[in-house]
């Protein structure tokens, strides 16, 4: 398995950006998919995640109401994408992708749960 992000950049308070990642290997799977991001200095944090099986959708309460976390599969392909709205400068982290492959019933929000991870992508939003 493996997860590229991408997406990532600067932009000034309000702003927005999309965050996608690109999956491979889990074509045959349905596992939950997740963004977290970490600050400088800070521990890294659950952002949002996504369901496979239904597309059950999951969010911090930081960015409820301004994020939106999507997925789509075309063949071998599967991505997960994170719109982000009304930005803010704590919103400024590196953002990472993440795959948990044995799902519970329960979505997990601690990164201990995750498998796999993508390299990380830096979103910067300036006041």
């Known amino acids: 398995v493996q997860l590229q992000a991408s997406g990532g950049g600067a932009v000034q308070a309000g702003g927005s950006l999309r965050l996608s990642c690109a999956a491979s290997?889990?074509?045959?799977?349905?596992?939950?998919m997740a963004w977290f991001r970490q600050a400088p200095g800070k521990e890294r944090e659950f952002v949002a995640a996504i369901r496979w099986s239904g597309g059950s959708t999951y969010y911090a309460d930081s960015v409820k109401g301004r994020f939106t976390i999507s997925r789509s599969r075309d063949n071998a392909k599967n991505t997960v994408c994170l719109q982000m709205n009304s930005l803010k400068p704590e919103d400024t982290a590196v953002y990472y992708c993440a795959a948990d492959v044995n799902p519970a019933r329960v979505v997990a929000v601690t990164s201990s749960r995750y498998e796999y991870w993508g390299q990380g992508t830096l979103v910067t939003v300036s006041s």
């Open positions: 290997g889990l074509t045959f799977s349905m596992p939950d």
